[in-house]
């Protein structure tokens, strides 16, 4: 709690229940812990980063209000349900995250949600599965990689509703989005189609879902970095590491914590 700024610590202080004042208060503090680990260039301590929202209420850090801090190209995002926090971070690209238990309930069936938020040829693909339980994982991966991808935009829900474009999985335009047909890892890219317009951001982005400790699943979206030749950059590098601030903090990358089921 000494980290935090007196706005923060009113925030979590304004949660009903022991279980979300602490989900609150550790997910503040993944961020500060984080972010501070990763200036290289310049010491900079958790309890002195600024925070502002973008114009569309993403969090970011406020270089120019903090205290001995130099402006930096970093870009985070979060995201947490009720057992897990996820805090990414890149250099240079903005970054969207999101985490969901792979058991997680729906309080509607399946494809009453899917008809309501995912496009058409998401809901084809998913009521094409006759298993319930690959359906709903089915739905988890699906998702947790279209929020990704909301929150790297940095709009939020309302500026790129889930019905305005559709997730792919394979090598090309016209592939099926469903994600289990794909065993090899290589030929699982994942893309994205616009409706309003087909060619609007979607090659601009990459992403990367993950099983984490059998349990979760986490998407990855971030913006394709381009070199001064024009070129686009290669596979998603990344590094995961398993840590409660202050008391733990392991690589976990390479382990079977982690295990990357579709993207580069």
Partial sequence: ???????????????????????????????????????????????????????????????????????????????????????????????????????????????TLARRYFSEPELQVLAAIKDPHLQHQEFIKLWTLKEAYVKALGRGFSGAPFKTFTVRFGSGIGESPHLSRYSNTEASEISVDMFDDPSDLTSNWQFMLLELAGSHYAAICTEKDVTSEGNKSGPMKLTVRKTIPFVEDECVSGTEAVRVLCGF
């Avoid at 709690?1 to 202080?13: A, D, G, H």
């Avoid at 990763?38 to 973008?54: A, E, T, V």
């Avoid at 970093?74 to 995250?97: D, E, K, Q, R, W």
């Fill in 1 to 111: 709690m000494e980290i935090l700024s007196p706005c923060e610590k009113e925030n979590v202080f304004s949660m009903r229940g022991d279980e979300q004042r602490k989900s609150a208060l550790l997910a503040r503090t993944l961020v500060r812990t984080t972010i501070a680990r990763y200036q290289i260039n310049s010491s900079i301590q958790p309890i002195s980063l600024k925070f502002r929202k973008s114009i569309h209420g993403k969090p970011e850090v406020d270089w120019q209000h903090c205290d001995h801090c130099e402006p930096s190209p970093l870009h985070f995002n979060i995201s947490h349900t009720s057992s897990l926090i996820a805090c990414g971070v890149t250099m240079n690209s903005p970054i969207g995250i999101d985490v969901e238990a792979k058991q997680r309930t729906v309080k509607h069936n399946v494809l």
